[in-house]
């Protein structure tokens, strides 16, 4: 027999993947707009970014609903703290492609730096890392939430390696310094908004395993 819980948790389920699939979006416009230069498509970011919030609120709303009327105890609390914290990271990823979108701006005004292959590759990563957690939450697939740990030091490295490279490019070419700034923001959202898809990464093993494996904590 199912229960009205089941119900509620798989409609919260659905919620939260109509708002992934908003951040999805929006970080592909963010960067699409960079790369071919359309001003317009930034626009949409921002538009993307309402519903986001929009979205936000309501997963917040209906989580304290579910806590407040259904008193869930053990394995289905854990997943309803989990997708509290998955639908903060995913605010979160909203605001990042927001910022990306602004420096992007900043940066499509000044004369381009041949610099953006990286921020490309950063981008596609931070993308399958966003629909990969996603998708491990929704199939309660811990092994892929562990691979996606893994692709987090490779979007790490890459950020570093834009920052390097621009900071070299700087040296020899001062009046490239602002739009040099620019491409350095952009790849610290890209970064941060991966450490949020490890974030829910490492929330969906909690929902199902009940270990916490943040701040070191060892999985398996």
């Known amino acids: 027999m199912e229960r009205a819980i ?13 708002m992934g699939g908003h951040v999805e979006k929006s970080l592909a416009q963010a960067t699409a707009a960079l790369l071919s230069r359309d001003l317009n498509l930034f626009k949409e970011v921002h538009e993307i970014e309402k519903k986001i919030n929009e979205e ?3 997963v917040d709303q209906a989580c304290m609903n579910l806590l407040a009327k259904q008193g869930p105890v053990a394995r289905d609390l854990r997943m309803i703290i989990s997708i509290i914290k998955i639908n903060n990271d995913l605010e979160r990823m ?16 000044r004369n381009p730096i041949r610099q953006l292959n990286d921020i ?3 981008s596609e990563i931070a993308g399958r890392m966003v629909k990969g957690s996603l998708d491990s939450f929704v199939r309660g697939d811990v092994e892929k939430a562990r691979e996606i740990l893994k692709m987090d030091d490779e979007i790490d490295g890459l950020k570093n390696k834009v920052y390097q490279d621009v900071m070299a490019h700087m040296k020899t070419a001062s009046d490239d310094v602002e739009a040099g700034l620019d491409l350095i923001l952009i790849a610290r959202n890209l970064e941060r908004l991966g450490d949020h898809a490890t974030n829910i990464a490492e929330d969906v093993i909690f929902a199902f395993t009940g270990k916490d494996i943040r701040h070191g904590g060892k999985f398996g």
């Open 94 to 109: 909203g605001d990042q492609a927001v910022n990306i979108s602004y420096s992007g701006r900043d940066y499509l005004g």
């Open 6 to 18: 089941d119900t509620q948790m798989e409609d919260l389920k659905k919620m939260i993947l109509l």
């Open 56 to 58: 936000h609120i309501k």
């Open 120 to 122: 490309q590759k950063m």
